[in-house]
């Protein structure tokens, strides 16, 4: 059997190029992967050396040219063509590698994903997903990518995602639902009343509409919205969990006493921080570009990439560009 | 000095009419104002009986007619238009009260404040206000009214909602966000992007767009967007602290141990659970509305009730709809 082989742009993100490369070996160690590492050659070697990766280092593209958060993200496609984030998604589309992992600038990630790698046939956007933690993992999409959405998009959002879920985080039957201001059929802006019928008729488990309050409880195993209610709802999480986990920090300091009851649950607060812990789940699939590639968060740690390489080596092995491709005929 | 009279529909909400009519008069003793209870004679009689509320309450409305939460909105119009919610709402119109508390039907209370006690001339939408805890309490509008709005409508709102938030919340020169999927002003869905330059040009303190993520950690006192974004958002704030209360419970609860600790920051955890409780802060205030009305949460307990009777005296006493009308010439 041939190696998988999942290309990294080892430059992207708050904690690159360190982090991301020991995440990337580790997690291919972790995984039985090969890896493709994009970024400058010193960067490369140093992490191989390091982190004792020439055994899962199939291959790397040298480059000095990184994308910044700062960049506007047509640069991937024209200034910056040489760049490490360009390379990773060229050499996925030329078939040197099967995934792409990057943390770095989501725009332009997304941009050089649908022009470079392009969407699988019949698709006529792609959505950036989103896998949440909580009461269990979801998959919510679009979550950022495009702000302004047709219920024609939605719908193979829904088929998307549902897919995804199945195939890549082992949900049999998932249930979906249309994220909304309300679960009875007549609520809704415009797009979601639009939308609404056409998921009926889906080859989906479509439960119907969800609320805000669903999410973190566990409702639905794939939430369909457009990219603006999508971004406002995951960075809602975060955020609620950055609040959540200050404030339990808060708790647990404010005296001695305070410091002893802290320790006496310190497993069950390792659980609970880890509920609300964006990096245990990986990176955010898009969805509906032919071949697999992971946007890592841009916070990712070492642990965090490691996630992702196993998120990518299971998105590859789902075929779910090609299962997409027969629902689509 | 006369009394201020608050209109209570004590039929409404999960806890109708017992916990109601008791957190009506608790709060009418508290903040020094008279109540004019509506809803059904025996309940009003026996709750001013058992809650010694003969000096409060002021005036009474006996009725057997209701508004349930499955009722469409339009029926406090008419088919239920002798209901006690529609009772309140027409009492403030015609000055019998100053302002209206209801925990009952959030879309029928909306409908009878509308089209009964009208809008402040020159306000085209109003909108359902939600002011919610966390960091620190901020006002987000529209939370649910109006699914779709258009620029001119989000212009108003953040008028308003500066406003209330000032006089009423005690907030000086607060600081009014839009909500959008990114700080950049580059971002946005069409909405969003045409309503930027509009909330520049207003007398407030426009700080610009702002995330999900900012909305727990205090950046703004005031998130202006439309009512579908709005409505997610609320309902995902209110998920995950439910979401987060049961975390803690299972955490504290998982052995004798556990509980030990519990005790120990018994304390603090008082007040977290408090930073995540919407009761905290009153209802949700109509913005726009010629005179007060708030609606309270459907699940509210004599507590939240108690709050709901300070805000609205507060409401009626900051003069926010005469300001409105001034600001509109």
């Known amino acids: 059997m041939n190696d998988i082989i999942i290309a990294v742009d080892i430059m992207g993100g708050d904690k690159a190029p360190i982090e991301i490369a020991k995440g990337a070996i580790?997690?291919?160690?972790?995984?039985?992967?090969?890896?493709?590492?994009?970024?400058?050659?010193?960067?490369?070697?140093?992490?191989?050396?390091?982190?004792?990766?020439?055994?899962v280092v199939a291959d790397t593209i040298f480059t000095d040219v990184f994308m910044t958060m700062?960049?506007?993200?047509?640069?991937?496609?024209?200034?910056?063509?040489?760049?490490?984030?360009?390379?990773?998604?060229t050499a996925l589309k030329n078939g040197e590698a099967h995934a792409v992992v990057s943390p770095g600038n989501t725009g332009a990630l997304f941009t050089a994903a649908s022009l470079t790698v392009r969407r699988i046939k019949g698709i006529r956007r792609a959505a950036l997903g989103a896998v949440l933690p909580l009461e269990k993992p979801f998959l919510l999409l679009d979550s950022g990518a495009n702000p302004s959405?047709?219920?024609?998009?939605?719908?193979?959002?829904a088929l998307l995602g549902s897919i995804y879920v199945e195939k890549v985080l082992g949900i049999s039957n998932p249930k979906v639902g249309l994220l909304n201001n309300g679960t009875e059929e007549t609520k809704g802006n415009e797009l979601c009343l639009?939308?609404?019928?056409?998921?009926?008729?889906?080859?989906?488990?479509?439960?119907?509409?969800?609320?805000?309050?669903?999410?973190?409880?566990?409702?639905v195993d794939v939430a369909v919205c457009d990219g603006f209610t999508g971004n406002v709802t995951v960075k809602l999480i975060e955020g609620m969990g950055v609040f959540f986990k200050k404030k339990l920090n808060t708790m647990f300091y404010a005296s001695p006493i305070t410091k002893l009851?802290?320790?006496?649950?310190?497993?069950?607060?390792?659980?609970?921080?880890?509920s609300i812990d964006h990096r245990e789940f990986g990176g955010a699939p898009f969805l509906g570009i032919?071949?697999?590639?992971?946007?890592?968060?841009?916070?990712?740690?070492?642990?965090?990439?490691?996630?992702?390489?196993?998120?990518?080596?299971?998105?590859?092995?789902?075929?779910?560009?090609?299962?997409?491709?027969?629902?689509?005929?």
């Open 194 to 219: 639009a939308t609404l019928p056409l998921l009926k008729e889906l080859p989906i488990n479509f439960i119907g509409n969800c609320e805000g309050r669903d999410l973190p409880c566990g409702v």
């Open 26 to 55: 580790a997690g291919a160690k972790e995984n039985g992967v090969k890896l493709l590492l994009c970024g400058a050659e010193s960067e490369i070697k140093n992490a191989i050396e390091q982190f004792d990766g020439k055994n």
């Open 290 to 329: 032919a071949k697999p590639v992971i946007k890592a968060h841009g916070s990712s740690d070492a642990r965090s990439i490691e996630t992702c390489i196993k998120q990518a080596k299971l998105y590859y092995q789902s075929n779910v560009a090609e299962i997409i491709s027969e629902n689509q005929k």
């Open 149 to 157: 959405a047709l219920p024609e998009n939605l719908e193979q959002f």
């Open 70 to 89: 700062e960049d506007s993200p047509m640069f991937v496609m024209k200034e910056k063509v040489e760049s490490s984030m360009s390379k990773a998604v």
């Open 261 to 274: 009851s802290g320790l006496l649950v310190k497993p069950e607060l390792k659980k609970l921080k880890k």
